[in-house]
């Protein structure tokens, strides 16, 4: 089997859209459930509503793997897994260092996804001397000073960052400088990596932060939500005494640095 390090996925010189790509692990996971069911073939509309997209961006995506269907068959699921996983590059065996063995890393290091999807676990890493040696999902921890060592013995590629925040860039240069060229963050912060260095990131408290917004928006539309009563209508400027006229003068007058009125800057 080829490893990693000496084959790059073939998606990028064969021109296929970054949109596309990240489609493409929604079309395998759902072709996946219908192989191990034994489903011969599937239509584009049945595929399409299984991976949660629309019929025709999928027809689209398909023609530039140079896949399609026939018209009242559909798609042939064996050959789709296969078509699919070649372009991704799971048909190699890809090495993956994890550095980080805290609850998170842990949690990754026994994943079971990783290995039935062409990704192998090659290294724990830690920088804690407490943790190596300690086997965690039976995998033995090492020392965060071995990292260049294992990444060049293993050949890996990838490496995933399950540090806190305040080492996180840290430890992504010294994966770059040891070689590897594709990092899964999920440390809550930003990485720089030079080009040619792909970073994906995963950040749980964002994701959860959005789906916060969405209850709060749908708390607020909920029917018989009682709204405060509206404002009564100002008086006329003829109305108005001498005290609010010289009030609203000075309001008026606040201006921010740059002339306008000085705004509420979110938190």
Same mark, same amino acid.
């Given at each position: 089997?080829?490893?990693?390090?000496?084959?790059?996925?073939?998606?990028?010189?064969?021109?296929?859209?970054?949109?596309?790509?990240?489609?493409?692990?929604?079309?395998?996971?759902?072709?996946?459930?219908?192989?191990?069911?034994?489903?011969?073939?599937?239509?584009?509309?049945?595929?399409?509503?299984?991976? $949660?997209?629309?019929?025709?961006?999928?027809?689209?995506? =398909?023609?530039?793997?140079?896949?399609?269907?026939?018209?009242?068959?559909?798609?042939?699921?064996?050959?789709?897994?296969?078509?699919?996983?070649?372009?991704?590059?799971?048909?190699?065996?890809?090495?993956?260092?994890?550095?980080?063995?805290?609850?998170?890393?842990?949690?990754?290091?026994?994943?079971?996804? =990783?290995?039935?999807?062409? =990704?192998?676990?090659?290294?724990?890493?830690?920088?804690?001397?407490?943790?190596?040696?300690?086997?965690?999902?039976?995998?033995?921890?090492?020392?965060?000073?071995?990292?260049?060592?294992?990444?060049?013995?293993?050949?890996?590629?990838?490496?995933?960052?399950?540090?806190?925040?305040?080492?996180?860039?840290?430890?992504?240069?010294?994966?770059?400088?040891?070689?590897?060229?594709s990092i899964l963050n999920f440390a809550p912060?930003?990485?720089?990596?030079?080009?040619?260095?792909?970073?994906?990131?995963?950040?749980?408290?964002?994701?959860l932060q959005i789906l916060a917004f969405h209850?709060?928006?749908?708390?607020?539309?909920?029917?018989?939500?009682?709204?405060?009563?509206?404002?009564?209508?100002?008086?006329?400027?003829?109305?108005?005494?001498?005290?609010?006229?010289?009030?609203? $003068?000075?309001?008026? $007058?606040?201006?921010?640095?740059?002339?306008?009125?000085?705004?509420?800057?979110?938190?």
């Amino acid at each position: 089997m080829a490893t990693g390090r000496t084959h790059r996925p073939a998606t990028r010189s064969r021109g296929i859209p970054e949109a596309t790509v990240a489609r493409l692990p929604l079309y395998l996971r759902a072709l996946t459930a219908l192989s191990e069911r034994s489903v011969p073939t599937v239509s584009s509309e049945e595929l399409a509503a299984a991976a $949660g997209v629309n019929s025709a961006k999928l027809r689209k995506d =398909f023609s530039y793997l140079g896949s399609y269907g026939t018209r009242g068959v559909g798609y042939d699921v064996e050959y789709l897994v296969y078509q699919i996983s070649r372009e991704l590059g799971l048909t190699q065996d890809w090495p993956v260092v994890i550095v980080g063995i805290g609850n998170l890393g842990a949690a990754l290091a026994g994943y079971g996804g =990783f290995a039935s999807r062409g =990704f192998r676990v090659a290294a724990l890493i830690d920088a804690d001397p407490a943790m190596t040696g300690r086997p965690v999902a039976g995998i033995p921890v090492q020392h965060s000073d071995d990292l260049e060592k294992i990444i060049a013995e293993d050949g890996v590629s990838i490496g995933v960052i399950a540090t806190p925040a305040g080492v996180a860039q840290a430890v992504c240069d010294r994966l770059v400088a040891a070689g590897v060229t594709s990092i899964l963050n999920f440390a809550p912060t930003v990485l720089s990596v030079p080009d040619g260095v792909d970073v994906r990131k995963v950040d749980l408290s964002i994701e959860l932060q959005i789906l916060a917004f969405h209850e709060q928006r749908k708390a607020g539309e909920e029917p018989g939500e009682e709204t405060a009563p509206a404002a009564a209508p100002a008086a006329p400027p003829a109305a108005r005494t001498a005290t609010d006229r010289a009030r609203a $003068g000075v309001e008026g $007058g606040r201006k921010g640095p740059d002339g306008d009125a000085p705004a509420v800057m979110p938190a």
